[in-house]
DNA sequence: CTGAGTTGTGCGATATTTGAACAAATATCG
DNA sequence: CGATATTTGTTCAAATATCGCACAACTCAG
């Protein structure tokens, strides 16, 4: 790409605009500053910029994002045919399941949550769309994984810090590898508080009408209700049922 | 502010972020420029930008958006206390009652959701944290600009447009003023299908701590299942539940 | 009252926006 | 169907705005 095609105030406003998600809900320019790495000059241009255009809210003190923020997400939701798609499926799944049912994307070595429609709570961290998990230690994540090319399936992995999340976490690299190869064959994946303990998981890849995969499918449950172990007979069934109807739908 | 304090490329960007939002998913250089008023080399640019940072995706002909710019939103879910303490809530009453709840916040003259549990479909259009109505004919909008001073109140009347969304939306200016006194008398707004045929929705102030009302809370039926004016006595005991529940605990 | 930390400001150097002109693609019409 | 018209995408140099530094004003704690 051409240098002059880049335009650079864009870029540091929306890294200030991320920086908001990492940390307390009011930040100062100094902390905006350090958690951005842009001078403090510019950063205080940015965040002044955001609260005239009405994203953010300055008190002349703390900077805070406004819910106006929410348009940007909202303008990818709303024309995005794939959430729109997606939400009456996972809202009858959850249903019938009394379980949360949510559909993610890859990006990076994350999973974002583009639908959910949630029973009850069992995590603690609230999961909305927008929401990131690490893919490598998460259910909808594994799937995602494993339908990459080996190349690409690595690379991920190299750029992940594989930690463990809970005592149930696989951290190490052959056993995530082994795992990854058994999901790329049995077609779905089951998490046992490998991300949180107390929360199972199991999930499948929806594919498009050319058998791309494009999306993954989840089922979430307390390790109370059920078994990981006996999620797969429980729900697949009904998954792949959705799977199977997603398909045609998916240009 | 000071005209040097602003950075123009932000908020070119952000129109152009905005602009995704109504339209086809795809939009080519020309379409946005159209779009935003923007000249056109200024709008591919801004677009090239946001595809490089990975928030749009670009095909050679069409950018659409990509997921990544549910960060931007979900920076402001994740930080904000309101919609993560609302959240619990709303699923619990959307449960207890089998059906929608919400909450939003009044921007300008449309009310923005900030947290939604949803049971079953019955709007055309899909709610999620983000959306937008327009408030003179929603049943938050109405018990948000009721709490307003009443010459704001008057100043987002005069900027809506009214429109009549269906028979049975009131767009007589009269009506609609008399309806918001009577709101703000009986501490609750009821919509009969003012908004989409089909659809009642009940709906309450929420106050801070020091009573001064910071967001809406509702719900919402199909008119199949409830007659509009069966929904206070039916709903109203359990909203004012929540309201009592919620209010020390917002700062 | 000091001093560390933070915020606001002015200015030269630098990078970006602009608008028109050109090239490429697409649509229109005879 | 081919030629012309129209729209769309891209490039370039001049005009303009932004960037980051250094310094001043301010705030808050000890």
Redesign the interface.
Known sequence: ?KQ???????????RV?????S???GMTIAQMSEATGLDRATA???L???A????AHYDGKHF??????????????????LP?LL??HL?ALS?EVGQSASAS?L?GSEV???AR??Q??VMSI?L?????LPAWCASMGRVLLAALPQEQMLAVLDRSELRPLTPHTKVARPDLLAELARVREQGYAVIDQELELGLCSIAIPLMDARGRVIAALNIGAPAAAIDARDMPERYLPLMRHVQAELRPLLP
């Open positions: 790409m002059t095609d880049f335009v650079g105030g864009l870029a540091k406003g929306l605009m991320e920086a908001f998600g940390g307390q809900p205080r241009r940015c002044l910029t955001l005239e255009l009405g994203y805070e994002l406004t819910p106006k923020v929410l348009r940007l997400g909202h303008a990818y939701l709303s024309v995005t045919p729109q939400q009456p809202e249903k994307v990006e974002v949550y583009i429609a949630s009850k709570r609230n909305v769309p927008g929401s990131r």
